[in-house]
């Protein structure tokens, strides 16, 4: 299974996102540190969340990396992340 593929199954169990979108960005990093020739080491997450409800942009922020220290302790070098509740997302529009 894709590293991206693990991420997303790992984060729609925990949050039950209402919009999620799980970018592999490593492409734009070549030559970087943590850059791996075959990809899957940079991300941009967007997660859309009744989770996030009351909880601030710090620990949003601890909780998925929490929820995907597994990966960030592997392959994966960086993650951008967008984190909102629903919400949030509508006034966005």
Do not use: C, Y
Not at 9 to 27: F, G
Not at 60 to 89: F, I, S, Y
Request: glycine residues 6%; charged residues 25%.
């Amino acid at each position: 299974m894709l590293v991206a593929e693990i991420m997303t199954q790992k984060i729609e169990d925990a949050l039950k996102p209402t919009r999620l979108v799980v970018a592999d960005d490593s492409h734009r990093h070549a030559g970087h540190a943590g850059h791996h020739p075959d990809g899957e080491s940079h991300f941009t997450v967007t997660i859309v969340s009744a989770a996030f409800e009351g909880v601030s942009r710090v620990e949003r922020h601890r909780k998925v990396n929490a929820l995907l220290a597994e990966e960030l302790a592997g392959r994966v070098h960086a993650m951008a992340l967008t984190l909102m509740t629903p919400d949030e997302d509508a006034r966005r529009l």
